[in-house]
C-alpha cells in the first residue's frame, strides 16, 4: 500500500480512506472491485484479503536493508496506532445513537395509549346518531307515497286532457294549415287511443281523430296533387303522409306521375319544335342544290357557302338543346334530387324501415328516368339528324357539348344510371354522322367546283371559236382563266375546303369539350372517322372519280372536255407528289392520331392518284389522238383518190391537223414539263426529203416487182423496221409534254396509214398524199421527242399510198417544197 | 422451245387469208395478195405437219387484186374471193366463186419459187353481180352446209345467194337493206353455226347487228358495241349465243347476244386497232386476235368458255408431265389469261386463222406478205386435253 507511506495529517481525506476501508471490510463496498482483484492477488499486499503475513516478511527481509526495515516498522507501527484509534471513535459513536433511539421508543409507547381513549368515545356517539335517523325516516314515509300517487294522477290528468283536446286541436291546425303540428300531436296520441279504444270515451276521441285525419290527409293529398306546389312543400307533404302510414309505394308513384305530367309538357314543347322540321329540311336541301356557278374562277363564292349553310328558319341546335337542358334535365335533376330525399335517403325510423322503401323507390326511380331519358334521347337524335347542313360546327359541338355535361348531373345523382352512356351513345352517333355528312359536302363540293371548271373551259370555245384556229390555242387570256390558273384555284379551293372541314371536326376534340377525353374521340374517331372515313375517303373518291372520267366518257370520246382531263391528271399528280402527304400529316398533327388499327399508308394513297393521274392522261392523249384521227380519217375516206386533180395545196385537213396538235402542245405546255426528246439535227425539215428523194423513190416503185422476186419492193421497208423499234401506238405516256405529243402524233399518223392502205389511189392521188406528208413532217417534227418516228410513219404513208396506187409517177421534191411553202 | 414452232412464208402485200375449210387433212392456207399493177395470185400455203416443211402452190388470179376469200365448206376446190376492179377510173370490189383447177397439186409446188413460170389459173365458176349494189366487203359460205348457199355484204345491202348447177349460177334469193342515216356500210360479217345457220351477225360503223335470214329482219342491234369501228366477228362455236368481236378502240369484247346492254367480257391487250377475232373451231376457249400493232394474241378465255371452268387435272396424270411448272398451276383452275404474244411480223397483222384440219395450229398475215404459222404451245394443249 502506497499510502501506508504518506503521513495521515491530511484529515478529510484520510477519514474517507478510513470510511471506505471499512466499508470493504464489512463487506459494503461498492467501489473498486478491480482494484481489490488486482490487489487480492498479490500476497505481499498489505491490504489485500490475500495478505500472506510470512510472504512479506520474507520479501522485505530480502529486499530491504536495514535501515529500510526500521522505517519500515516505524512506519508499521505509525499505522496501526492510527487504526486503533479510528476503531475507539466509531464505536464511540454507534453506542450514542443506540442510547437516544432507546430514549425515543419509550416516549411513542405513552403518546399511543392516549388516543386509544379517544377512539372508543368517537364510535359511541355515531352509533347514537343513526339511530336518530333511522327514526326519522319512519315517520315521513307515508306523507311520500302519498305525493307520488298525486303526481302520478296530475300527469295522467294532463294526458288525459291533451286527448281530449285533441279534435280540437287538430281542427284548429287544420284550419290555420299547421300540418305538421297536427301530424305530431296525432302521432303522440295514436298508440294510447288504440290501446283504450275499448273504452267508449276513448274511442269517441278516436273516431273524431281518425275522421280529422283522414281529412288531413286527404288535404294533404290534394296538395300533393295540386300541380303548383313547389318541391319544398311536396317534400313536406310527401313526409307528412308517410307519418300517416300512407303506403310508400303509392306514394312513389304518385310522386313520380306527378313530376311526370310536368315532364310531358317540357318533351311536347321540344317535340314541337321539331314538328316545323320537315319544312326547313328540304328548304335546306334545295339551297344546297342550287348552284349558280356564275363565275367559274371563283366557285367558292357560289358554292362554298351554298352546301354549308344549315336549315335557320326553325330554332338552332344550341338552342334546342339549351332548351332541353334546361327545363328537361335540370328539373330531371331536380325530381331526381327531391324524390331521393324523400324516399331513400331518409332516416329509416319505425316501422319505415322494415318496409325497405329506398329499393323499392330506386327501382322505380331507375325505371321512371329510363323511360323519360329515352324518349328525350330520341327527340335529341332527331334534332340532331335535322342537322344535316354542315355550316357551322361549333354550334354543333357546343350543343352537344351542353347535352353531354348536363348528362353528368344525372350521373352525379343517379350512380348506377345508364343514361349518361347512352348519352355519350348519342354523341358519338352524331359525330359519327357529321364526318359522314362533310364527306358528302366534300363531294358536292368537288363536283361543283369540277363543274365550275368545265364551265370556264367551255366558256372560250364558244365565244372565241376561231380564236382557237388563228391564235393556236393560247386563246384569250383576258377573257377566261387559263389551264394553270384554273389548276392552282381548284386545288386551292379543294385544300382550303378540306383545311376548313378538318377545323371544324377538329371541335370534336378539343380540350374544353366534356366528351373529347371519351376513349372513342381519343382513338377511334381520330383514326377511323377523320383520318379513314374523311381525309382518305376523300382522297380516295377524288382519283375514283377521275377516273370514272376516263371510262364513261371512253368510248366516244365526247361527254368531257380534254382540257379537263389534262388539268385532273395534273391535279391527281400533284396529290401524289405532294398534296396526299401534306394532308394526312396535317390531319395527323392535329388530331394526334394514334393508329391502333391499321390505316391506310400515305404510299397507297400516292400509288392510287399517280395511277389515277396515268390513266388520265393516257386517256388525254387517246381523245386527243382520237378527234384528229377521225379529221384524218374522214378526209381519207371521203375522198375519190382515183380521180383527183393535180395537188396545188396542202389540204386545209392537214393545217387544221397541225393547228389542232399546235394548240394541244400549248395546253399541256400549260400544266407539263417540256420533257426529254432525243437530239435532232438543226434542218429536222430538210433532212427528211431525202427519204422522199427521186431517185429512191425509183427503186421503190420501179417495175421491179414480179411474182417470183417480192422481197424487193418491200426490202427498203424491211430493213428500216428491222433496225426501228416496235412501235406501241396507244401505250402509256409520261408525264411530260413531248410524251403526250407523242402519243397523239403516234396515234394520228398511224390512223391516216391505215386509212390509206385501204384506199385505191391515181397518180394525182399519191401526189396529194406526199403533198401532205411533207407538210405534216415539216411541223410535226418539233412535237415529238423522236422525230425518226414521225419520219418513219409518214415514210410509211407515202410508201403504203405508192403501193396503192395505180401510176405511181411521183411528184418532184422540189415542187413539193414550194407547195408546202406556199400553204 | 419445241411447241412454238413457227414458220414462215413470204408472199407479196397481202389481206385475205382463210383456211381452206373443206379440206380437213392437209393443213392448208390460202392467201389473196394485193397488187394494182401486176397478176394478183392465190397462194395456196401447205404445212407439212411431219416434216415441218411448207409447201407453197400459186394460182393466178387475174380479175384483180383480193380484199377478202373464204373457202366452200363443201367442196375444197371451190371458194370465194372479193377482189376490186378498177374501171373507167372507178374502183369496185366485186365478188366470184371459183374453182381451182384439178391439176393444181400435182403441178407447181415443187418449185414454189418458180412459180411465176406457169402458174395455172383459177376457174371462174360465177360472178355474185353486185353492180347494183356496189362493193362487196365479204362473201360469207354457209358454215357447214352443202356449198350451195352464200351470202355477200355489199355496201348496205346483204344479199342472200342460192348457187346452182355446181356452182356456176348464183340467183339472188333474198336481201336486207340496212336503213338509216349517213352512208351505213357492212364492215364485216359472220354466219352463225347454230340455230340451224338461220342467223347472221352483222358489222357496220360501231354496230353489231343480228339478222333473221328466214326473215331477213333485224333481230338485235348492239349500238356502240366498240367506241369506233368494228373490224371483225366470230361467233363461239359451241355457244349458240356467244360472240366475239374486235375494233379499232383496241378491244376484243365478249357478247352474249342475250343480254346486249353489257359485253361479257372485255380485252384490252392490242396497242392498236384489233381487225381480226377467231375462236378455235373445237375448244372455244382459244382465241387468236391479229392487230395493226403488228402483234398475234392468243388467250384463253376458260370463264366464258364451253369448257367446264375450274375442272381440276388429275394428280396421277400430271405427275406424268415432265414439266413441273404444269404441275403447280394445275391445281387452281385456269385462269382468263394470254397464253402467248407472237411477234414475228413487222407490219399489220389483217388476218389470222386456225387451221381447218388441225386444231392447235394457226395462221396469220401481215400486210407485208408476212404469213406466219404457229402451235398452240404443247403444254396448254394437253392441258386441254388432259
Known amino acids: 500500500m502506497s499510502s501506508a507511506t504518506t503521513p495521515p495529517d491530511s484529515d478529510p481525506s484520510q477519514r474517507r480512506r478510513v470510511h471506505s476501508m471499512l466499508k470493504h471490510y464489512y463487506g459494503l463496498n461498492e467501489e473498486g472491485k478491480v482494484t481489490e482483484q488486482a490487489e487480492s492477488l498479490d500476497p505481499c499486499d498489505i491490504n489485500g484479503p490475500h495478505f500472506d503475513p510470512e510472504v512479506y516478511l520474507n520479501k522485505l527481509r530480502m529486499e530491504c536493508s536495514l535501515g529500510e526495515l526500521m522505517d519500515h516498522e516505524s512506519c508499521m507501527v505509525k499505522q496501526i496506532r ?45 352509533a347514537a346518531i343513526t339511530e336518530f335517523s333511522a327514526h326519522i325516516s319512519g315517520t315521513l314515509q307515508d306523507q311520500h307515497a302519498q305525493i307520488t300517487k298525486l303526481s302520478g294522477v296530475h300527469t295522467l290528468l294532463r294526458k288525459l286532457q291533451f286527448l281530449f283536446e285533441l279534435p280540437a286541436r287538430l281542427n284548429k291546425c287544420l284550419e290555420l294549415q299547421a300540418y305538421a303540428q297536427a301530424v305530431s300531436a296525432h302521432r303522440r296520441a295514436r298508440c294510447v287511443l288504440q290501446q283504450y279504444s275499448h273504452m267508449p270515451s276513448f274511442r269517441g276521441i278516436q273516431d273524431d281523430c281518425h275522421v280529422i285525419m283522414e281529412q288531413l290527409a286527404q288535404q294533404l293529398r290534394q296538395k300533393f296533387r295540386d300541380g303548383g306546389s313547389s318541391a319544398k312543400d311536396l317534400s313536406e307533404c310527401v313526409e307528412l303522409l308517410l307519418q300517416l302510414d300512407e303506403p310508400a309505394e303509392e306514394l312513389c308513384d304518385k310522386f313520380l306521375s306527378h313530376a311526370q305530367s310536368r315532364f310531358e309538357a317540357d318533351l311536347q314543347g321540344l317535340e314541337a319544335e321539331l314538328k316545323d322540321s320537315p319544312v326547313t329540311d328540304t328548304g335546306g336541301g334545295l339551297v344546297q342544290k342550287t348552284n349558280p356557278g356564275s363565275n367559274p374562277v371563283s366557285p367558292s363564292s357560289s358554292s362554298t357557302t351554298n352546301p354549308f349553310l344549315s336549315p335557320t328558319a326553325g330554332t338552332d341546335i344550341l338552342e334546342f338543346i339549351d332548351r332541353g337542358c334546361n327545363e328537361f334535365v335540370s328539373s330531371l335533376c331536380l325530381v331526381i334530387a327531391s324524390y331521393q330525399e324523400l324516399f331513400i335517403n331518409r332516416p329509416q325510423e319505425g316501422e319505415l324501415a322494415s318496409k325497405n322503401i329506398p329499393e323499392m323507390a330506386n327501382g322505380k326511380l331507375h325505371v321512371f328516368v329510363d323511360t323519360l331519358a329515352a324518349r328525350y334521347f330520341s327527340l335529341v337524335e332527331r334534332r340532331i339528324q335535322e342537322e344535316k347542313g354542315v355550316s357551322d360546327n361549333s354550334l354543333l359541338v357546343r350543343a352537344l357539348d351542353r347535352f353531354h355535361r348536363r348528362l353528368q348531373a344525372i350521373s352525379k345523382l343517379l350512380p348506377g344510371s345508364a343514361v349518361p352512356s347512352q348519352g355519350t351513345e348519342i354523341v358519338v352517333r352524331a359525330a359519327r354522322e357529321r364526318i359522314k355528312q362533310y364527306l358528302s359536302a366534300l363531294q358536292t363540293f368537288y363536283h ?15 365565244s372565241a371559236g376561231g380564236a382557237s384556229v388563228s391564235g393556236g390555242g393560247a386563246t384569250s387570256k383576258d ?29 370534336f376534340t378539343a380540350k374544353d369539350i366534356t366528351f373529347s377525353n371519351k376513349p372513342y374521340f381519343k382513338g377511334e374517331f381520330c383514326s377511323q372517322g377523320v383520318r379513314e372515313g374523311l381525309v382518305v375517303s376523300f382522297i380516295k373518291f377524288i382519283c375514283q372519280s377521275s377516273r370514272q372520267y376516263c371510262e364513261s366518257a371512253g368510248d366516244r ?24 402527304s401534306y394532308i394526312l400529316t396535317l390531319t395527323d398533327e392535329q388530331f394526334l392520331v394514334q393508329h391502333h388499327t391499321p390505316v391506310t399508308p400515305v404510299t397507297a394513297l400516292c400509288a392510287e392518284a399517280r395511277e389515277a393521274a396515268q390513266k388520265l392522261l393516257n386517256h388525254y392523249v387517246k381523245v386527243q389522238g382520237l378527234i384528229i384521227s377521225q379529221m384524218l380519217r374522214k378526209s381519207v375516206e371521203t375522198r375519190d383518190w382515183v380521180n383527183t386533180i393535180e395537188p396545188r395545196n396542202v389540204r386545209a385537213v392537214m393545217k387544221r391537223v397541225v393547228e389542232d396538235t399546235t394548240s394541244i402542245d400549248v395546253q399541256v405546255g400549260l400544266l407539263y414539263e417540256e420533257g426529254v426528246r432525243k437530239a435532232h439535227s438543226s434542218d429536222s425539215s430538210k433532212r427528211t426529203f431525202s427519204v422522199y428523194s427521186s431517185s429512191r423513190q425509183q427503186i421503190r416503185y420501179a417495175p421491179s416487182y414480179t411474182p417470183s422476186a417480192p422481197m424487193d419492193t418491200n426490202l427498203l421497208s424491211n430493213i428500216h423496221k428491222l433496225f426501228s423499234e416496235r412501235i406501241d401506238i396507244f401505250s402509256p405516256v409520261e408525264f411530260n409534254k413531248v410524251s403526250v405529243l407523242t402519243g397523239i402524233i403516234k396515234i394520228s399518223l398511224k390512223t391516216f396509214l391505215e386509212c390509206v392502205r385501204l384506199r385505191t389511189f391515181g397518180r394525182y392521188g399519191l401526189q396529194q398524199i406526199q403533198v401532205d406528208c411533207h407538210y405534216l413532217q415539216m411541223y410535226l417534227w418539233r412535237f415529238v421527242s423522236d422525230e425518226n418516228l414521225v419520219h418513219f410513219l409518214l415514210d410509211e404513208i407515202v410508201g403504203s399510198a405508192a403501193h396503192r396506187c395505180l401510176d405511181p409517177s ?14 | 422451245f419445241v411447241n412454238k414452232l413457227q414458220y414462215l412464208a413470204r408472199i407479196d402485200r397481202a389481206r385475205a387469208l382463210t383456211a381452206q375449210t373443206a379440206e380437213t387433212d392437209a393443213i392448208r392456207f390460202l392467201v389473196g395478195t394485193q397488187s394494182l399493177k401486176f397478176d394478183n395470185q392465190i397462194h395456196i400455203i401447205d404445212f407439212d405437219d411431219e416434216n415441218n416443211v411448207i409447201n407453197k402452190s400459186v394460182l393466178l388470179h387475174d380479175a384483180g387484186e383480193i380484199w377478202h376469200i373464204s373457202g366452200s365448206p363443201a367442196d375444197k376446190a371451190v371458194l370465194t374471193t372479193c377482189y376490186s376492179k378498177t374501171s373507167e377510173s372507178r374502183v369496185l370490189t366485186c365478188a366470184a366463186v371459183w374453182r381451182m383447177p384439178p391439176e393444181w397439186e400435182s403441178g407447181s409446188h415443187e418449185s414454189p419459187d418458180d412459180s411465176s413460170n406457169n402458174p395455172q389459173t383459177l376457174e371462174l365458176l360465177c360472178h355474185l353481180d353486185n353492180t347494183a349494189h356496189g362493193s362487196v366487203a365479204c362473201v360469207l359460205w354457209e358454215p357447214m352446209g352443202d356449198g350451195k348457199r352464200v351470202i355477200s355484204l355489199a355496201e348496205n345491202h346483204m344479199l342472200l345467194w342460192d348457187l346452182q348447177e355446181s356452182s356456176t349460177k348464183a340467183t339472188i334469193s333474198s336481201s336486207a337493206t340496212l336503213e338509216g342515216k349517213g352512208q351505213l356500210k357492212f364492215t364485216a360479217g359472220k354466219w352463225s353455226p347454230h340455230h340451224n345457220n338461220t342467223q347472221l351477225a352483222t358489222a357496220n360503223d360501231t354496230a353489231i347487228r343480228g339478222w333473221d335470214l328466214r326473215s331477213m329482219s333485224q333481230i338485235y342491234c348492239i349500238e356502240n358495241a366498240h367506241g369506233q369501228l368494228v373490224r371483225d366477228l366470230d361467233f363461239n362455236p359451241n355457244k349458240q349465243y356467244y360472240l366475239a368481236s374486235c375494233g379499232d378502240d383496241c378491244k376484243v369484247k365478249f357478247w352474249d347476244v342475250r343480254h346486249i346492254n353489257e359485253p361479257v367480257k372485255c380485252l384490252e391487250e392490242h396497242s392498236h386497232w384489233v381487225w381480226s377475232v377467231r375462236y378455235n373451231h373445237s375448244h372455244d376457249q382459244l382465241l387468236l386476235t391479229g392487230s395493226s400493232d403488228s402483234r398475234v394474241i392468243l388467250s384463253n378465255m376458260v370463264s366464258i368458255s364451253s369448257e367446264p371452268f375450274g375442272h381440276l387435272v388429275d394428280d396421277d396424270e400430271l405427275s406424268d408431265n415432265e414439266e413441273s411448272q404444269q404441275e403447280d398451276k394445275g391445281k387452281e383452275p385456269l385462269q382468263d389469261s394470254i397464253i402467248a404474244t407472237y411477234e414475228e411480223h413487222e407490219d399489220s397483222v389483217y388476218a389470222v386463222e386456225w387451221s381447218a384440219a388441225d386444231p392447235w395450229l394457226f395462221a396469220s398475215l ?17 392441258r386441254i386435253l388432259l
Open chain 1, 82 to 126: 492510527s487504526l486503533d484509534s479510528d476503531m475507539q471513535t466509531l464505536v464511540y459513536e454507534n453506542y450514542n445513537k443506540f442510547i437516544s433511539a432507546t430514549d425515543t421508543i419509550r416516549k411513542m409507547k405513552n403518546d399511543f395509549k392516549k388516543m386509544e381513549d379517544e377512539m372508543d368515545c368517537l364510535s359511541a356517539n355515531m
Open chain 1, 448 to 462: 361543283d367546283s369540277l363543274t365550275d371548271v368545265r364551265q370556264a373551259l367551255a366558256a372560250p370555245r364558244q
Open chain 1, 479 to 507: 377573257a377566261t382563266p387559263s389551264l394553270p390558273e384554273l389548276l392552282t384555284s381548284l386545288s386551292n379551293f379543294i385544300l382550303n375546303q378540306l383545311k376548313s372541314v378538318l377545323a371544324s371536326v377538329h371541335l
Open chain 1, 557 to 580: 370520246g365526247g361527254s368531257t372536255p380534254p382540257a379537263l382531263l389534262l388539268l385532273l391528271s395534273r391535279l391527281c399528280l400533284d396529290y401524289e407528289t405532294s398534296t396526299i
Open chain 1, 810 to 823: 411521183p411528184m418532184e421534191q422540189s415542187v413539193i417544197e414550194v407547195i408546202c411553202e406556199r400553204g
Open chain 2, 366 to 382: 401481215s400486210y407485208d406478205g408476212r404469213l406466219v404459222i404457229n402451235r398452240v404451245p404443247r403444254a396448254l394443249k394437253y
